[in-house]
């Protein structure tokens, strides 16, 4: 497992949660692996190749997290240790379960945990999200990308429209792709401001 400094920083000097091993008790409750008594492993891949792997054993109450790190290119150390967990009840019925963040004299519950050295929360990684690094122009492709995704086009600010989805209200496709298009042209004034190059 990487430790804190092996990923990109913000403006703060933090690093961003994209760069961390996450760990997510909705996806191992999803699962069905929070069980009493399961033992299982999960791993993290990049390029299809495997990258850090963990080992996770449930009890009635908590996880107990396996595992091995290094830190700044060090002797790897074996790691072993519990996260508890915490149960609250839905709107619609049953339970939701969240992790209670096993750093010390913190105990947020939180449904993520990120893996450097140590399985933390974000706040106690001193980590902020992606999106919070990004620049305005930014935020509006990627916002007009997700638009994109949702009418079934082709990924890319700089592709051109496709067509109204199969089954979507006329109403709605004019909605998005007005939403869209305005989203497009401000991310493009943008970028050009960034570059310097807008008009004389």
């Not at 072993?80 to 519950?109: I, M, S």
């Not at 949702?150 to 592709?159: D, E, H, K, S």
Request: hydrophobic share 30%; net charge positive.
């Amino acid at each position: 497992m990487g430790g804190r400094g092996s990923g990109r920083r913000d403006q703060d000097g933090k690093d961003t949660t994209s760069v961390y091993r996450a760990l997510d008790v909705r996806q191992l409750q999803r699962d069905g692996l929070l069980l009493p008594g399961r033992y299982f492993g999960l791993s993290w891949r990049r390029n299809g190749a495997a990258v850090a792997s963990i080992r996770l054993h449930t009890q009635a109450d908590h996880v107990i997290l396996t595992y091995r790190s290094r830190i700044n290119g060090g002797d790897w150390q074996p790691m072993e240790y519990p996260v508890y967990l915490e149960w609250t009840d839905c709107n619609l019925g049953g339970k939701r379960a969240w992790f209670l963040c096993p750093a010390r004299r913190c105990g947020r519950r939180v449904a993520i945990l990120y893996g450097g050295a140590f399985f933390a929360c974000r706040r106690c990684n001193q980590l902020v999200y992606p999106c919070q690094r990004e620049t305005s122009d930014e935020r509006q492709a990627r916002r007009a990308d997700k638009i994109r995704e949702r009418l079934n086009w082709q990924p890319g600010i700089l592709n051109g429209n496709g067509w109204k989805p199969k089954g979507m209200h006329w109403r709605t496709y004019e909605r998005l792709k007005h939403e869209h298009n305005h989203l497009v042209s401000a991310a493009l004034a943008g970028i050009a401001e960034r570059l310097g190059l807008h008009e004389e």
